[in-house]
């Protein structure tokens, strides 16, 4: 391993050696047209860079702390701009609040002091990325009491939206830093002694504009550890990546700019399977986009000596919609149960309340996704749906049974409903507006055209082979992912790198000329 590292540390010096000025100052610059990706070659190439640089540092710990975090800021600044400053700002708030919270002994007071936190948090949270979505339902509000009473100076208001641009990833970083003040508050984690390894914590690039929302107890013990890179983490990491540049480039964008987009756009152009088919494109390319990037962070952090949890656990092949939420975006799922659910009574408090709890953190999870009134809905029906599914438990007690110990044919028949339920809320994410979700419905009732079905394939040849690749890797059973990848990690360096030469060399190939930012970036 150390031979091939060293090779590709020596190829990407003598390449950055023969970059003129001008490429180099462009990578100072923030490009909003070209974010940071992990699946750029920039980003390839900066990697290897600072990796190189990183393993050097290994034994020298502050030097090292400094280094990722200020590269951390770099990162962030590519993909975002000078919004760097409001997540430096908010992790000298929470790292001075989480201190005088651990030395405050009035009960009371932390609890003023966490208070604090929250809206300084929360309101730069809502300010960023509800503003306007607030204003303009006040303004309809408004309209509609001046409709009722008569007043048509009212009915005429209109919200004149602000341009507010949504800083990347600031749901991510802004719920992790409010877990690591509420553990402080709980006393389930000692605040870090110095800033730096705060903002190392916070601004950890692997994981900073996407997730997985990584919880303070989780990372923080990892931090004082001397970074180790075994054979078998190399391999892992490197199956990781490739699995999510695969995920990522090769399925969801090709998918998406080629089919999914394009039916969005206009549904009333495409036939009813048409639209059917890019509802399963979506939530495919959602899946992939989303978990390769997950995948991706798992596996870079992995390089750099740090343990993430699982943020993907197949969950198509879920049988309830309470199985779906325990396989899909993990970190977000149980922080929402750990921060909102819980603290809001969970199911300690009777049948009705459980229920209504349920409603209210799946409303917000739906929210903190965007500020539309789609992603309520979203959430409002998966609410429903897992108070629907635990009243169903409640009265049919022998129905708790869930994974191998499910029947066969009640798991197949349950993996069935459960994923099209999915599909059919995520219309209604994905759609730009309440009118084109309907209006996508519609054709899939009114105009669906089965026997157009042989020229979708004709036509659209290499994105329905692309879906059909995307669900049989996804339904394989896990025996056999498994199975590849420990035979990708016990294989030999020269075979791994062939590997990811070869897999670099198709991405190349097939990906789009426009750049596809992760879908994730805008939440």
Known sequence: METILSSLESFFTNYASTLDLHRLLSWLKYTPEAPLLFSSSLFLLLFFIFFSIYRGLKHCHRLRILFVSLFSIYFYYKSGGWYFLLLIFMVTSDFLIG????????????????????????????????????????????????????????????WQEVSIILPVGISFFTFQSISYVVDIYRGDVKPLPRWIDYLFYISFFPQLVAGPIVRAKDFIPQIARTPRLTRGDFGRGLVLVMVGLFKKVVISDYISVNFVDRVFDAPTLYSGIENLLASYGYTLQIYCDFSGYSDMAIGIALFLGFRFKKNFDVPFNS????????????????????????????????KVRTYLNLLITMLLGGLWHGAAWQFILWGAMHGVALALHKAYLTLFPRAKVSGKKMKPLWRIVGIFLTFHFVVFAFVFFRANSMDTAWSLLQQIGLHFHPEIFPQFITGYSGVFSLLLLGYLLHFLPSSIRRGAGRAVVRAPYLVQLLLFIVLLFFIVQIKSADVQPFIYFQF
């Open 319 to 350: 049988a309830t919609i309470t199985e779906f939420w325990r396989r899909w975006h993990i970190s977000l799922s149980s922080w929402l149960r750990d921060y909102l659910y819980i603290p809001l009574g969970g199911n300690r408090k009777g």
């Open 99 to 158: 201190k005088i919270i651990a030395q405050e002994s009035c009960k009371k007071l932390k609890r003023r002091w966490l208070t604090l936190s929250l809206c300084i948090d929360l309101s730069l949270l809502g300010f960023f990325k509800y503003f306007n979505f607030i204003g303009n339902a006040l303004s309809n509000l408004v309209a509609w009491v001046g409709v009722m009473l008569g007043n048509g100076d009212f009915s005429t208001i209109e």
